[in-house]
Nanobody
């Protein structure tokens, strides 16, 4: 059974930074696309970023492009989200997700921006940004 556990959330001031981590157990994540999504109160879950198995390709939502960076360390079975220049509208529960159905994908197509493309999810970590 695969488990994804996020950490690193918390309270930050506008303009500040946080680094989220996603630790996997039960199976190696190295062949698979991994992603971060977020859900703000009263809103639908939205795509934040995705990364291919080797980190060669990434995709970002327009709202975070240039501020957030997704990365991974396959030898540690970890995925990260570095969040800089945080804004109050970044306040949300951030969840790590994995598509463990397709291995060694070379690119990230538009389907990967939808939560139904992923079959494993973490429980989420709260990020709150104050103005």
């Amino acid at each position: 059974q695969v488990q994804l556990v996020e950490s690193g959330g918390g309270l930050a001031q506008a303009g500040g930074s946080l680094r989220l981590s996603c630790a996997a157990s039960g199976r190696t994540l190295s062949p698979y696309i991994m992603a971060w999504f977020r859900q703000a109160p009263g809103k639908e879950r939205e795509f934040v970023a995705a990364i291919t198995w080797n980190g060669a390709n990434t995709d970002y939502a327009d709202s975070v492009k240039g501020r957030f960076t997704i990365s991974r360390e396959n030898r540690k079975n970890m995925v990260y989200l570095q969040m800089n220049s945080l804004q109050p509208e970044d306040t949300a529960v951030y969840s790590c997700a994995g598509d463990l159905t397709r291995s060694y994908s070379s690119g990230i197509d538009s389907r990967m921006r939808y939560d139904k493309a992923y079959n494993y999810w973490g429980q989420g970590t709260q990020v709150t940004v104050s103005s």
